[in-house]
T-cell receptor
């Protein structure tokens, strides 16, 4: 009963470092998403994917990259970490248009 | 563009009090509306949803009615418990959209005191 699994849960990065947040879902969902949540704010969409090999930008894509080589996995790449990327990151998935979106437990990232 | 506006928090209530968290939206077309709940240190969980006007979503004693005439989806619960303390997010999904993206409000922190 895993659902959406994110790793790591916590990470501290230095400015300029790179890292990848991993996301995997076991529900055979076509749609996957990455959101970020800043303190006291709602979630903002970074990137999304409607199927393997297809990705598109959301509201706040700058500084991030994604890939979707399989249905199950949707990693988020930070190339040159900046303090402005300190946030909580949520991966999510859904079966398609109009269906419920399920969220992972979040990844807390601090850039110092 | 589409947007969601929620009442500012935090909301502090005593146990067994009545809860209302206001949510209004701006959207073209016919969005689906959602309430998500985030307990401390956890991810978001779907609390309830409504997909068309006049629908009432309900779960765990919470209710919200999709009001197209007032573009609102207020969350209510008759008697809150300490365990309801969490952040509540109102969200919309553009009706008929191929991408099923959610647009979130800023969230409302609810603190219930015994």
């Amino acid at each position: 009963n895993a659902g959406v699994t994110q790793t790591p849960k916590f990470r501290i990065l230095k400015i300029g470092q790179s890292m990848t947040l991993q996301c995997a879902q076991d529900m055979n969902h076509n749609y996957m998403y990455w959101y970020r949540q800043d303190p006291g704010m709602g979630l903002k969409l970074i990137y999304y994917s409607v199927g393997a090999g297809i990705t598109d930008k959301g509201e706040v894509p700058n500084g991030y990259n994604v890939s979707r080589s399989t249905t199950e996995d949707f990693p988020l790449r930070l190339e040159l970490a900046a303090p402005s990327q300190t946030s909580v990151y949520f991966c999510a998935s859904s079966g398609g248009s109009g269906t419920t979106i399920y969220f992972g437990e979040g990844s807390w990232l601090t850039v110092v | 563009g589409n947007s969601v506006t929620q009442m500012e928090g935090p909301v502090t209530l005593s146990e067994e009090a009545f809860l209302t968290i206001n949510c209004t939206y701006t959207a073209t077309g016919y969005p689906s509306l959602f309430w998500y709940v985030q307990y401390p240190g956890e991810g978001l969980q779907l609390l309830l949803k409504a997909t068309k006007a006049d629908d009432k979503g309900s779960n765990k004693g919470f209710e919200a009615t999709y009001r197209k005439e007032t573009t609102s989806f207020h969350l209510e619960k008759g008697s809150v418990q300490v365990s309801d303390s969490a952040v509540y997010f109102c969200a919309l999904s553009e009706g008929g959209g191929a991408t099923n993206k959610l647009i979130f409000g800023t969230g409302t922190l609810l603190a219930v005191q015994p």
